[in-house]
């Protein structure tokens, strides 16, 4: 089969298309014939050396997919050969083949293209888990997204406003601020002239934010324990401002402050089925319905992976960056 794979690690460019054996299925597995994959920030950390692949995974970058189902291991689930899947995945997505675990297969939603439907699974699973599962957002309560305009972001901005809380975002720019408004935020911020933790406040009555979600991390954190309410949760899932920023732990104590993280590649299968199990119960009818919709931002074909990586850097793009696989 033909596969995107990394060379060496480096910059976009080594990237290279490449014949690879056909994976091989194990118990639990499916062998998907890919039409179309997700490019993702961990694709591009992996690409540079600083995402190692889990023991196990394919080394071919690639973390969700979408396409038929043409051979595996069906037994105790209600998928069988020839059922259009998307698939979040350890690794392998880069390829015209892939092997995914059926249970973290999910029938694609109605209405949706196998291309739209593999933008779903990395964000979907991301998003859910670390609201929804990890920082409990409930009730009335309120949602800063850090990066609204990026793959998590317009996923965090659509599901919390699909479940009827309030939603702020921060993006780099007016136009992308204008899309985070247009994707359902009640208010977007351009974190280059403006400042959050004031705007926040202003806007929540000086409560602040229930739930922060945060690929920033770094020197972030400080103002954004700042920007959260009493009780409120600072959920970290990238590291791009860095691993390290001083911390008021007082304040933490004093308004019984939450500050939890994750990482979703490493996660175990059965933890995986269960975000699966929820996203279809939950989240896909809101898909279907047409509350939530998948935001694509550029398609290339396999074999420009490079460019895809390219235009991920560049930081300019709302939403998805797909490749297609003919």
Partial sequence: MRAIEIIKPGAPEVLTLCE????????????????????????VLQRTGNYPVPPGASDIPGLEVAGEIVDGDFAGSNFKK????????????????????????????????ALEAASLPETFFTVYSNLFERAKL???????????????????????????????????????????????????INYRTQDFVEIIKSVTGGKGADVIIDMVAGDYVARELDCLADDGRLV???LLGGASGKVDFGQIM???????????????????????????????????AGKIKPVIFKTFPLEQAAHAHTLMETSTHVGKIMLTVA
């Fill in 254 to 288: 004093r308004r019984r402050l939450t500050i939890t993280g994750s990482t979703l590649r490493p996660r175990p299968v059965i933890f995986k089925q269960m975000i699966a199990d929820k996203l279809q119960q939950k989240v896909w009818p809101l898909i279907e």
């Fill in 138 to 188: 409930t009730g009335d309560e309120t949602l800063l997204v850090q990066g609204g305009s990026s793959g998590i972001g317009v996923t965090a901005i659509q599901m919390a406003r699909a479940f009827g809380h309030r939603v702020f975002a921060t993006a780099g720019s007016d136009e992308k601020c204008k899309a985070c408004e247009g994707l359902g935020a009640e208010r977007a």
């Fill in 20 to 43: 690879r054996p056909m994976p091989v299925v194990k118990a639990g597995e499916v062998l998907i014939k890919v039409h179309a994959a997700g490019v993702n920030r961990p694709d």
């Fill in 82 to 113: 020839g059922d259009l899947v998307c698939a979040l995945v350890q690794g392998g997505g880069y390829a015209e083949y892939c092997a995914a675990p059926i249970a973290q297969c999910l029938p694609i939603p109605k209405g949706l293209t």
């Fill in 236 to 238: 970290i899932i990238a």
